[in-house]
């Protein structure tokens, strides 16, 4: 069976935007448009961002730097984590130690829209 993707209504690409599929086709996208850094948001970034394909794993090894805004991701967390986000304070400390950086998105875009 093929699968059919879909993006959420405000997250469709336009017209003849690139999108990746695998890990080889966004580091593909990243060379020609001469990326070596990817900011990461979404979900579960102790489990999906980190070893999806196109993941910080993945990403890493082909050299690019890989960091995250820390508050436009969650976490897999459980009970016990939860209330504190334990997991999810783990796993963006984890991330600054071995892929990259750790951003807040109202810094984020200060620092860019003063460039």
Known sequence: MEKKYTFAKEAIPRHGE???DTS????ALCQKDGVDHLIYAGFAINMCLLVSPGGMVDMSRRGLLC???SDAVTAVENKETAVQELCKQTALWYL???FGFVYNTED???AISAS
């Not at 080889?24 to 580091?27: A, D, E, K, R």
């Open 18 to 20: 690139p999108v990746a």
């Open 24 to 27: 080889h086709q966004l580091f």
């Open 67 to 69: 960091s995250a805004f």
């Open 96 to 98: 600054s130690v071995l």
């Open 108 to 110: 984020f875009i200060k």
